[in-house]
């Protein structure tokens, strides 16, 4: 009987480790697809751009990334935008495609992000002036993320205004470490930020939420803006697309950094990001301008919606996780 038993076990064992590689295959299929679902109901008309770019075919990165010099300014009339008041205390001076956010208080103005080089003279300095502030009042520069299109700016106004720059540990070391990304200069490690710091600015602050893997670095931010006075919770999300090395650690890193900001920003009625790809800035922007007494604040979406983008990025984030390990590791 005991032999019996070994024998049959013994067989199943063989038969189940035939079996189990298909039916590992088939439920690694099923798990995608249930992430890839869920990712596209949680983005509803909300975040197609979010969903489009994270779950609809990411490219997979090499473990090593190029530090490549940034190539040349494309045509101005691709990028160029006017400036726009968005809330009582929020102003964007951004482009088409990327953002840059400044937040004014009762003693200056904190900047959040800043473009590409080739435009953030003209955008956020220009944009500044155009609003009627003086960039000289800009005493804080938050950089999200130490990528080219987010950092462009930050030596601009560290050398002329003195501004204070902030950034992730992480993001500041790939800063010095670039041979070939920073042709026009670096911007001097200023200073470091630490998860949950607060950057306080007379009567407004922005609370850092280091949020690692889009960059290491990464830092997503809350805040409060006002619409004709009433205060509303601000998410900002400071890194979204998968450009990092394609391993399952560094999505577990990203996955993880997608749960803590939606637990941040647990009472957040607003999503903002610094692509307008993820949050349709500029499509806002534009709604605002027609806006009547009493219509609803296009950015104010509501708590619900702040937390299914949260949700949209990490399921993608899972997706394409269990999408490496069905292909050989590079
Ligand atoms: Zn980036």
């Known amino acids: 009987m005991k032999n019996y038993t070994a024998n049959v076990g013994g067989a199943l064992v063989l038969f189940s480790s035939l079996w189990g590689a298909s039916a590992f295959a088939q439920n690694t299929v099923d798990a995608i697809d249930a992430h890839l679902v869920a990712a596209r109901n949680a983005a509803g008309f909300d975040f197609t751009g979010t969903l489009a770019r994270l779950c609809v075919a990411p490219a997979a990165v090499p473990k090593t990334l190029r530090d490549v010099a940034p190539g040349p300014a494309p045509a ?4 160029f935008i006017e400036p726009a008041k968005v809330f009582d205390n929020l ?13 004014t208080s009762s003693e200056g103005i904190i900047l959040i992000d800043t473009l590409w080089t080739y435009n953030s003279e003209e955008e956020i300095v220009g944009g500044l002036k155009k609003l ?4 000289a009042k800009v005493k804080y520069v938050i950089i999200s993320h130490a990528h080219p299109d987010h950092v462009g700016g ?11 720059i902030v950034m992730g540990g992480p993001d500041w070391d790939s800063i010095e470490k670039s041979v070939n990304g920073y042709p026009a200069g670096k911007p001097k490690r200023d200073i470091v930020a630490d998860d949950g710091q607060k950057i306080t600015l007379g009567d407004t602050a922005v609370t850092l939420i280091a949020t690692p893997g889009h960059t290491p670095g990464t830092l997503s931010m809350i805040f409060t803006v006002k619409d004709n006075g009433k205060p509303l919770t601000v998410a900002y999300s400071g890194g979204t697309a998968f450009n990092f090395p394609s391993t399952t650690a560094n999505f577990d890193t990203y996955i993880k950094s997608q749960n803590k900001m939606a637990a941040a920003a647990a009472n957040a009625t607003v999503l903002m990001s610094n692509h307008s790809e993820f949050d349709s800035a500029t499509t806002k922007i534009r709604m605002l301008a027609s806006r009547k007494p009493g219509e609803p604040h296009p950015f104010e979406i509501g708590k ?6 949260f949700t949209v990025t990490g ?16």
């Open 304 to 309: 619900d919606a702040v937390a299914r983008y």
């Open 91 to 103: 102003y964007f001076v951004g482009s088409k495609i990327h953002s840059s956010w400044a937040l």
């Open 154 to 164: 930050a030596k601009l106004m560290q050398d002329r205004f003195g501004s204070r």
């Open 132 to 135: 009627g502030f003086d960039p």
């Open 76 to 79: 101005r009339d691709t990028w």
């Open 315 to 330: 399921e993608c984030a899972q997706a394409a996780r269990l999408k490496l390990t069905q292909q050989p590791q590079r």
